[in-house]
């Protein structure tokens, strides 16, 4: 028994080969497939990864664009506390415009290194940005994006837009199994950065460091492009609701933002006679304002903080009219034959100039 064997007759033998055959292919199938799955796996980590660099930036542009106005406003007002001469120059390199861009450069370029570097570390992916290889265990930034790069412009009075132009980007995947290399241009950018909430240096500093005042907008304004035949009043609506000593809307705008350490702050409204953001951190006047009108913004000044400097004015309360030491007349109310100042929050009589009672559609007298 120990002697026997087995025979495949000829028949027997060729009904095996079809069995050795399916194995051998299935095995180089589920190769295929494995090495499939590795391009594509491969490939939507890689594409996922340049989303979210492209994610990423738009938003580091916002963040960055906002911390750099920031800094120029507390720039100017520490100047001015310490060396008594704050504000940025007027002309390229020295303006606000230049402190800005430089300060956003600075910070998306080192922001956006180590959103890179944690995708490489993450991923096992190699990038390049507008030409630079980002090492992974680097500590330092490069200067992906340049001046020549970026633009500043404004177009209305609480925010200004960074544009940032293309660059190429390259996502490489190198391994013993798969080689791929996904390859873009970032989208040209077009972020908002809003300055709502910031400190208006330009109070601060010309009211000799007595009066803060934080941007925010007048609630009550209706763009002129929403008026059909209408007049100054019903853009600004100052001189609606009236009562005795006062106007409903003027006061909102006069109480603004109420801050619990520092009180009443103005709100800040459009106004083509007024400054922008960038005039108040180099502090121009109206006449010398870089524009645009479309950015400019006006605000009111209360307490009267350098009345020691005014003797004998009763100046407007208009911003940059009251650092002009330009006067004012009052506003009064009438009703049956009883004559009744405005007055600010405190009770002090409001004054403003005739010109700016035309700007802002009030009348020096209300009759109700």
Same mark, same amino acid.
């Given at each position: 028994?120990?002697?026997?064997?087995?025979?495949?007759?000829?028949?027997?033998?060729?009904?095996?080969?079809?069995?050795?055959?399916?194995? !051998?292919?299935?095995?180089?199938?589920?190769?295929?497939?494995?090495?499939?799955?590795?391009?594509?796996?491969?490939?939507?980590?890689?594409?996922?990864?340049?989303?979210?660099?492209?994610?990423?930036?738009?938003? =580091?542009?916002?963040?960055d664009?906002?911390?750099?106005a920031?800094?120029?406003?507390?720039?100017?007002?520490?100047?001015?506390? $310490?060396?008594? &001469?704050? #504000?940025?120059?007027?002309?390229?390199? %020295?303006?606000?415009?230049?402190f800005?861009?430089?300060?956003?450069?600075?910070?998306?370029?080192?922001?956006? %290194?180590?959103? /890179?570097?944690?995708? =490489?570390?993450?991923?096992?992916?190699?990038?390049?940005?507008?030409?630079?290889?980002?090492?992974?265990? @680097?500590?330092?930034?490069?200067?992906?994006?340049t001046?020549s790069?970026?633009?500043?412009?404004?177009?209305d009075?609480?925010?200004?837009? +960074?544009? $940032?132009?293309? +660059?190429? !980007?390259?996502?490489?995947?190198?391994?013993?199994?798969?080689?791929?290399?996904?390859?873009?241009?970032?989208?040209?950018?077009?972020?908002?950065?809003?300055?709502? @909430?910031?400190?208006?240096?330009?109070?601060?500093?010309?009211?000799?460091?007595?009066?803060?005042?934080?941007?925010?907008?007048?609630p009550?304004?209706?763009?002129?492009?929403?008026? +059909?035949?209408?007049?100054?009043?019903?853009? #600004?609506h100052?001189?609606?609701h009236?009562s005795?000593?006062?106007?409903? *809307?003027?006061?909102?705008?006069?109480?603004?933002?109420? /801050?619990?350490?520092?009180?009443a702050?103005?709100?800040?409204?459009?106004?083509v006679h007024?400054?922008?953001?960038?005039?108040?951190?180099?502090?121009?006047?109206?006449?010398?304002?870089? @524009?645009?009108?479309?950015?400019?913004?006006?605000t009111?000044?209360?307490w009267?903080?350098?009345?020691?400097?005014?003797? @004998?004015? %009763?100046?407007? *309360?208009?911003?940059?009219? *009251?650092?002009?030491g330009?006067n004012?007349?009052?506003?009064?109310?009438?009703?049956?034959?009883?004559?009744?100042?405005?007055?600010?929050?405190?009770?002090?009589v409001? #004054? $403003?100039?005739?010109? #700016?009672k035309?700007?802002?559609?009030?009348?020096? &007298?209300?009759?109700?």
């Open positions: 028994m120990e002697n026997k064997g087995y025979v495949f007759t000829p028949l027997a033998f060729l009904l095996f080969i079809p069995v050795i055959i399916l194995a !051998v292919s299935f095995s180089g199938i589920v190769n295929e497939v494995n090495a499939l799955s590795a391009i594509v796996v491969g490939g939507d980590v890689t594409s996922t990864a340049a989303n979210n660099i492209v994610e990423d930036l738009q938003q =580091e542009t916002a963040d664009g906002r911390n750099a920031f800094q120029a406003t507390v720039t100017v007002i520490n100047s001015y506390n $310490l060396h008594n &001469n704050p #504000y940025f120059g007027t002309s390229p390199g %020295t303006d606000s415009r230049s800005i861009e430089s300060n956003t450069l600075t910070l998306i370029n080192q922001n956006i %290194t180590t959103t /890179c570097r944690v995708i =490489e570390q993450q991923t096992g992916r190699n990038i390049i940005m507008n030409g630079y290889t980002i090492d992974p265990n @680097g500590t330092s930034s490069y200067p992906i994006f001046s790069n970026m633009n500043i412009s404004q177009s009075p609480y925010g200004f837009n +960074i544009t $940032l132009t293309s +660059i190429p !980007v390259t996502i490489q995947q190198t391994s013993t199994t798969n080689n791929q290399s996904f390859v873009f241009n970032t989208p040209p950018l077009n972020v908002y950065v809003s300055i709502v @909430g910031l400190e208006d240096p330009y109070i601060w500093v010309n009211t000799f460091a007595h009066n803060s005042s934080l941007i925010y907008p007048y009550d304004y209706t763009s002129s492009n929403s008026i +059909i035949g209408g007049s100054n009043s019903s853009i #600004y100052m001189g609606d009236v005795a000593g006062k106007l409903d *809307y003027l006061n909102t705008a006069l109480v603004g933002a109420t /801050c619990s350490t520092t009180g702050m103005s709100y800040y409204f459009p106004d007024g400054l922008t953001f960038f005039d108040r951190l180099e502090n121009r006047t109206n006449n010398t304002s870089a @524009g645009p009108n479309s950015a400019k913004m006006s009111f000044v209360l009267n903080p350098n009345y020691q400097n005014m003797p @004998g004015y %009763t100046a407007s *309360y208009l911003d940059h009219e *009251y650092f002009a330009i004012g007349t009052p506003i009064t109310t009438n009703h049956t034959g009883v004559v009744t100042n405005v007055t600010d929050p405190i009770g002090n409001f #004054y $403003l100039s005739n010109t #700016y035309g700007i802002l559609g009030l009348l020096s &007298n209300y009759n109700y």
